[in-house]
């Protein structure tokens, strides 16, 4: 059924045919039609021939932007949070622990540790201890705990040398054992620096910017276990960066010194473009209001690269002291010039003279390998004049 609209006479360009609409009335054409159908049109006010505007009531106001804040946890989350806290607080009175114990036992006697990596291992605990207790409310407790788990910690641990600890320390069986997975195929294989160079940037870049760009920081925070185990692949990821470039712990393959720079530039300019991201778009949206997420940023920022400052000092120290150890001794001291009158052992005179170099001046002379001849009898000496 096909019928006219009524009162149409005033407008000669709605004049056409129009399905039944059933037992509606039929819709005036001057009133416009809701705005959830032509919201954009009706906004405009140009909908309609010969101009006008939307009414008053069609008129939406566009919501601001917010900022939400992340809620604490529920009742209960609260229970499961503060057991993986724990977790962290333990581990690293354990990891303290088992180090001291290795470092004192009898095996050890008459072995000599550096203090250094003793106070680097006890440092690095600490640090894993303190990144459970420091709140991640507001933003920047979250960055602070963050730089000490996944950034201060995993470097002092590679600078105590843990792995070089236990090979020393354990008995034979489990000694075998760590030195057989050393050797083995597969980690000659994932050593390689053309093979985990990359596997490096991209466990320690890509998971920060997962992480802060992506709706995982939200449900981080929503839900602990789901934070435990991305703080867990973030320390990991850390602690095979700092291993790879200041480790002490022995490995098939050593980066050198140009690749090892390359890979912190790398890693270092990742870290400062997402703090810049975070400061210039405030993200994560759901970390808190503006400022607390630009002074996180901030702290991220400063840091990150003062943590990255200390790595690049570490392995300029790396190069420095492997170039020592090619020299050969005494190079660049002044040779030392030794006069030895041959056959005597009196003060130098116009004899021949032998000159040796500091290597050399330090050994005794040797013996001649054959005696002087027996002077014949009755006939002089070769000396005697």
Not at 157 to 166: D, E, F, H, K, R
Not at 344 to 353: G, L, N
Request: charged fraction near 15%; glycine fraction near 10%; charge should be positive.
């Amino acid at each position: 059924m096909v019928r006219r609209a009524a009162g149409l006479g005033r407008f000669p360009g709605l004049r056409r045919a129009v399905p039944a609409q059933g037992v509606a009335a039929a819709p005036d054409p001057v009133r416009r039609r809701p705005g959830a159908l032509r919201h954009r049109l009706e906004r405009r006010g140009g909908g309609r021939r010969g101009g006008g505007t939307c009414p008053a009531a069609d008129a939406r106001p566009v919501p601001a932007r917010r900022h939400p804040t992340v809620t604490p946890h529920p009742a209960e989350h609260a229970t499961t949070a503060a057991s993986v806290n724990g977790w962290l607080v333990l581990l690293g009175a354990v990891g303290a622990s088992g180090y001291l114990i290795g470092l004192f036992q009898p095996r050890r006697r008459n072995r000599r540790w550096p203090a250094t990596r003793t106070a680097c291992a006890l440092a690095g605990c600490g640090a894993v201890a303190s990144a459970a207790v420091v709140p991640s409310h507001p933003f920047t407790g979250h960055v602070a705990g963050h730089l000490l788990l996944t950034m201060l910690a995993p470097l002092l641990l590679a600078l105590s040398a843990p792995v070089l600890l236990a090979l020393r320390t354990l008995p034979p069986a489990p000694r075998r054992a760590v030195t057989a997975v050393l050797r083995s195929r597969t980690v000659r294989t994932v050593t390689r620096p053309a093979v985990l160079a990359p596997l490096v940037v991209i466990l320690q870049v890509g998971g920060l910017f997962a992480f802060y760009l992506t709706p995982l920081f939200a449900l981080a925070h929503q839900h602990p276990m789901l934070g435990a185990l991305v703080h867990l692949h973030m320390f990991l990821a850390g602690y095979l960066f700092s291993w790879y470039l200041v480790g002490r712990d022995p490995r098939p393959h050593r980066p050198s010194t140009v690749l090892a720079l390359g890979v912190l530039v790398i890693v270092a300019v990742s870290h400062d473009v997402l703090a810049k991201l975070l400061y210039a778009r405030q993200l994560p949206t759901t970390a808190g209001d503006p400022d607390q997420i630009r002074a996180g940023a901030q702290l991220l920022y400063y840091g990150g690269t003062a943590i990255e400052t200390v790595i690049a000092v570490l392995v300029m120290a790396d190069w420095y002291r492997r170039g020592a150890r090619r020299r050969p001794r005494g190079q660049d001291l002044p040779e030392a010039t030794v006069v030895v009158r041959a056959g005597s052992r009196a003060a130098p005179d116009t004899s021949p003279a032998i000159t040796m170099s500091t290597s050399t001046a330090r050994r005794p002379l040797s013996r001649p390998k054959c005696s002087p001849r027996k002077p014949m009898s009755g006939g002089p000496t070769r000396n005697a004049r």
